[in-house]
Structures are given as C-alpha cells and as structure tokens.
C-alpha cells in the first residue's frame, strides 16, 4: 500500500527557509517521479517541483517558474524521502503543500501547510 508522509511545515517570516520532507513507502521508491503540489486558498493545486528518478532523459529537476532559484527537490534513494528546501520565502507561498507520486494511480500526501508572514 502507497503511502506518503509530510513533515516540516510551519510559520514562517518572508524571506525565511523551511524544508519539507515526504516519507514515502510502498513501492520501489528509486524508480518513480515524486513531486511537490502546492494549494493556496481559492486557488487551484499547482505543481511547485519534480525529481525524476535516476537516468531520465529528461533530467533529475523541474520547477515552476515561480520557485526556480528559490526552491530545490531532491531525494534519498535510501530513505525513499523526497524533501523540498525553500529558501527566500514570500507570502504568496502560502499555501498547503502535497507531496504526489504515481504509481498506477495518483497518490498524495495528506498536506502540510506552509504560512508565510510577518
């Protein structure tokens, strides 16, 4: 059974760090795409990063424009945990983060949320 786990979420002032980490278990981690989704209120789930599993021809990383430069995925094969480092946060981050992964189907976390404010 897939499960996802996230962790690290919290109250942050604009222009402070957090991480996020996704414990997943249930399937051969290594060899699936995970992502981050974030969804702020009134808005729609977007997608925020995806880490690609080792080897893809499309690279390891992407990011939406709006947190490339400030936000990095990555993972650890070992402890099938994908994290989200977000650095220079801002308020308009706001929002309740999912970790995502497919494997047959859609599977998400339960969501953490992530405030920013002063």
């Known amino acids: 059974q897939v499960q996802l786990v996230e962790s690290g979420g919290g109250l942050v002032q604009p222009g402070g760090s957090l991480r996020l980490s996704c414990a997943a278990s249930?399937?051969?981690?290594?060899?699936?795409?995970m992502s981050w989704y974030r969804q702020a209120p009134g808005k729609e789930r977007e997608l925020v990063a995806t880490s690609l599993p080792i080897g893809n021809i499309h690279g390891d990383t992407n990011y939406a424009d709006s947190v490339k430069g400030r936000f990095t995925i990555s993972r650890d094969n070992v402890k099938s945990t994908v994290y989200l480092q977000m650095n220079s946060l801002k308020p308009e981050d706001t929002a309740v983060y999912y970790c995502?992964?497919?494997?047959?189907?859609?599977?998400w976390g339960q969501g953490t949320q992530v405030t920013v404010s002063s």
């Open positions: 249930g399937f051969t981690f290594r060899r699936y795409a």
């Open positions: 995502h992964a497919w494997v047959s189907m859609n599977y």
